[in-house]
């Protein structure tokens, strides 16, 4: 098998970025590994990109298989952080094409989708003041375009620029412009 | 570039400080924003932005997440699948079902050897006498499927590699339905109509094709007849449907179902017909539907995410 980056990565990634680099005892115990590390962070950003928990949880699982293929024909292995993330994304905006299709139709199809950061649960006076805020954050963020919004949660779940723009398939440009950009809208909205 | 006397931009900014520029250009950075109060006040400003919006993100997030234990359990369930199917035949198909359910309870048997051409007339006659049965407004509707004769052999070696073409093989996918009505079809309920195939069936899906290993960046795990017409979650009603490459493409799929939905919701269509014409010849019927030979190119809102045209990467 060759060695050639390019086949998963448009680019070398940084040496800093977070490689796992260590052998471990059989692919099984290393996507196993890697499952631990990144799931709730996957998950978090499915959930971003508009996934269900459901949908969310069955993207991950054929993520990591594939991933366990992915090793065990040798493929590249630098960055398997990136990998995981670009391939779940993928599979993540398939499966919500296909929902958005079956769900267009229906009157609470914004409520499904967007709602999902307001539970109908009281809170406490401080809490509610908090909570107001973050949701009006969150509603800026939901109102993003798909690549800006997968921008600013990739860097919120820890990756670096470099990593997303992997990620995407963006330059390292677009993604720093883009954060900068939702966050100067974020700033906006959390100034009014 | 960036002169003492030019303002950073907030993009060089979060790369600046994200350490991701070259260190030249880095120390010209940091020398500017030490001295200028602007800068500095603009990056903090980004900083606490964005602090407050991770907060909130994992805040918000973490509420939703199932449980971490559940999903790992699964994913190791899975892995010891896989690595105990590697070892065995992978040209293994699964056993052949004979016998198909009809919808006021007879069971008809097709001979194993009969072969696909008995299979696909026994089919068609069910269909038929299912649609006579029924008739358009009747409540419930038939469950047709399980119609394949024998799997073995020779339709994994016909269909290897990158020979799939648009339709199915219906010796392999006849369609299956569930037992719907129009209404639930198309009223409030259709809310719950679940689509998301299991990881394990859609690999059985593509063992059962003689894609192997699967390829979920070439084909789409599709329905033939899709849940919004009642179609069942089973593996005699999912095929890998190529994403690109075929002027009759998932795409385009996609399109007929929706046009078929309405119409049926609308009684233009019974819905016994539509799943009939969808599980027998999509083409056919997206022909039909639309009153056009080729695909109509001006595709419907949804695609203007780009979600079903992305490429995924292996």
């Known amino acids: 098998m060759s060695f050639s980056s390019d086949s998963v990565l448009p680019f070398p990634l940084s040496a800093a970025a977070n490689v796992v680099e260590r052998a471990p005892s059989s692919p099984e115990a290393e996507v196993v590994e890697l499952f631990e590390e990144l799931r709730d962070r996957l998950l978090r950003y499915l959930l971003v990109v ?11 699982q054929e993520t990591f298989l594939l991933l366990f293929q992915h090793l065990q024909r040798g493929k590249p292995r630098q960055n398997l952080r990136g990998w995981v993330f670009r391939v779940a994304r993928n599979l993540a905006l398939k499966q919500r094409a296909s929902n958005l299709r079956r769900l267009s139709r ?10 999902r950061a307001s539970d109908g649960n009281p809170n406490p006076e401080e809490q509610l003041q908090n909570g107001l805020r973050q949701r009006r954050l969150l509603a800026v963020v939901r109102a993003l375009p798909e690549q800006d919004r997968s921008c600013l949660c990739l860097r919120a779940e820890g990756l670096r620029y470099r990593e997303i723009a992997g990620i995407l398939g963006i330059s390292l440009g677009s993604v720093a412009a883009s954060v900068a950009r939702s966050l100067a809208r974020l700033g906006r909205a959390d100034g009014g | 570039m960036t002169e003492a006397h030019h303002h950073v931009p907030d993009a060089q900014l979060l790369l600046h400080r994200s350490g991701e520029l070259p260190a030249a250009l880095s120390a010209d950075i940091s020398a500017h924003v030490e001295g200028c109060s602007q800068c500095r006040a603009r990056l903090e400003k980004l900083e606490s932005t964005f602090a407050e919006f991770s907060t909130a993100h994992l805040e918000a997030s973490d509420m939703a997440l199932p449980s971490a234990a559940v999903a790992r359990a699964r994913l ?24 198909v359910l009809l919808p006021n309870g007879w069971v008809a048997l097709v001979e194993r050897r009969s072969g696909a051409v008995l299979a696909a007339l026994a089919m068609a006659a069910c269909l038929l006498f299912a649609m006579w049965l029924h008739g358009p407004g009747k409540k419930s509707y038939s469950l047709f499927g399980a119609m394949s004769g024998s799997t073995s052999g020779p339709f994994s070696a ?25 209404n639930q079809v198309c009223g409030a309920e259709s809310s719950r109509i679940t689509s998301t195939v299991p990881v394990s069936l859609k690999r059985k899906v593509f063992e059962e094709y003689g894609v192997v290993p699967p390829q979920p960046d070439a084909y789409e795990v599709d329905y033939l007849i899709t849940p919004e017409l009642g179609g069942a ?27 078929l939905h309405r119409m049926v919701c609308r009684g233009d269509v019974d819905l016994a017909t539509a799943q009939h014409d969808i599980s ?3 083409i056919a ?3 039909k539907y639309f009153h056009a030979d080729k695909p109509v190119t001006d595709n419907s809102s949804f695609n203007s995410a780009g979600a079903r045209h992305s490429h995924p990467l292996t």
């Open chain 2, 233 to 259: 979650t089973d593996i005699r009603n999912l095929w890998p449907e190529p994403y690109q490459d075929t002027v009759w493409n998932a795409h385009v799929k996609d399109q007929l179902e929706d046009r």
């Open chain 1, 106 to 115: 229906l009157v609470e199809f914004d409520e499904a989708l967007l709602g």
């Open chain 2, 280 to 282: 027998t010849d999509w």
């Open chain 2, 285 to 287: 019927a997206y022909r």
């Open chain 2, 158 to 182: 016909a269909l290897s590699g990158n020979q799939l073409r648009s339709e199915p093989d219906l010796r392999l996918t006849p369609g299956a339905t569930l037992p719907v009505t129009q």
């Open chain 2, 76 to 99: 190791q369930e899975h892995l010891a699948e896989v690595s105990v199917q590697r070892g065995e035949d992978g040209g293994r198909r699964r056993a052949a079902r004979g016998s």
């Open chain 1, 50 to 60: 508009g996934l269900s928990a459901h949908d969310g949880e069955e993207v991950i």
